[in-house]
């Protein structure tokens, strides 16, 4: 347990407006902990503050200060949230609960993010602190291949393509209501995180009101009093 003057504290992406917090492995933490039942601040942190969080010896977010502990790297940060508090609700539900929680983990960082990435990338270009835009913009045209602008082109195919790319998902949510089955757990937090990003930094509708994965997002955006509805972001 945490002794008095301990303190939980998430560095947590921003945009233009400090709180417009759009990461989606921040997102995943975020509900991690809300899960935990663990109360938390976040810091407000932009792409360019990297001497901020110099301290993780890493240039990425989410970064955890758990009292005395410094975690980066979301699928990190929940296994250590689920070792160090096991007697708060279960984040993976056991050693084969958390070997499935990564292949979902894995599944939503190399497939769903390839297929939402060229949807919002302009998107994301667009509400960043002006401090950012300059590396966002060389670095992501670098590893893309190409400007942002042609990037985000024929978005009406590539959202067809994304609602394909969501079938196995659709499939599973026409039968449960979570990923993790009747209450919801990491694996659900770790596709919800991207819908989040979306959802924080662009108005593109990408999932049909009438789809379960749509009432699935719903669900979790109600979670924990609100907390996912409640940030900035568009009612798409
Ligand atoms: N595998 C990492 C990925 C973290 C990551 O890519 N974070 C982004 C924000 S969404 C970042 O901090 N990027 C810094 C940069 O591109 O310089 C995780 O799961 O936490």
């Given at each position: 347990m945490k002794g008095p003057g301990m303190s939980t504290v998430l560095y947590d992406l921003a945009g233009?407006?400090?709180?417009?917090r759009f990461s989606p492995f921040c997102w995943r933490i975020k509900l991690a902990l809300a899960h935990k039942n663990l109360s938390f601040d976040t810091i407000a942190w932009r792409f360019t503050e990297k001497d901020v969080i110099s301290f993780s010896g890493q240039?990425?977010?989410?970064v955890l200060v758990d009292s005395d502990k410094v975690i980066a790297d979301s699928w990190a940060i929940a296994t250590y949230l689920e070792d160090a508090y096991p007697?708060?609700?279960?984040?993976?539900?056991?050693d084969a609960g958390k070997a499935l929680t990564l292949f979902v983990n894995s599944w939503a960082d190399r497939s769903l993010a390839r297929g939402l990435v060229p949807l919002l990338i302009l998107d994301i270009f667009n509400h960043l602190h002006e401090k950012d835009q300059a590396y966002f913009r060389q670095t992501r045209e670098k590893a893309l291949g190409a400007p942002l602008e042609q990037i985000v082109l024929s978005r009406e195919t590539k959202v067809k393509e994304l609602r394909h790319l969501l079938e196995p998902l659709r499939g599973l949510l026409k039968t449960q209501n979570f990923v993790a089955g009747t209450a919801p757990a990491y694996a659900d937090y770790a596709i919800f995180g991207f819908f989040q990003w979306a959802r924080c930094i662009?108005?593109?509708?990408?999932?049909?009101?009438?789809d379960p994965i749509y009432q699935w997002r719903e669900r979790l955006l109600d979670a924990f009093g609100g907390l996912a509805r409640q940030a900035p972001g568009y009612d798409v």
């Open positions: 233009a407006e400090p709180e417009r240039g990425k977010v989410p007697q708060q609700p279960l984040l993976f539900g056991g662009s108005p593109l509708k990408l999932i049909e009101s009438d």
